[in-house]
């Protein structure tokens, strides 16, 4: 249900966006989740279908998370890039304000990797 785009490779200090299309109207949370190996997945960002956002202290002031509640599309601006950035990002959904994450939609996930 869920369509990542955007991943890529970017020298550190550089900027991608990356960007997630559902297939169904959600109501719940939209967000970035990622991952790099032997580490746990851990929340980037995310935002309600009001606006509202939530980012991890390590992204704040770096990255920006947008939403269009028309199209159920959310996106994740990401400037100054660190090579500590580089992850497998996932996007995620909640289809209405109660679905858990344990049901959450889930992206297929786009490889971001910022070179030093």
């Known amino acids: 249900q869920l369509q990542a785009s955007g991943g890529g490779l970017v020298q550190a200090g550089g900027s991608l966006q990356l960007s997630c299309a559902a297939s169904?109207?959600?109501?719940?949370?939209m967000g970035w989740y990622r991952q790099t190996p032997g580490k746990q997945r851990e929340l980037v960002a995310d935002i309600t279908r009001g606006g509202r956002t939530t980012y991890a202290d390590s992204v704040k002031g770096q990255f920006t998370i947008s939403r269009d509640g028309a199209k159920n599309t959310v996106s994740l601006q990401m400037n100054s890039l660190k090579p500590e950035d580089t992850a497998v990002y996932y996007c995620y959904a909640l289809q209405n304000l109660f679905t858990s994450r344990d049901n959450a939609y889930w992206g297929q996930g786009t490889q971001v990797t910022v070179s030093s």
């Open positions: 169904v109207s959600i109501f719940g949370k």
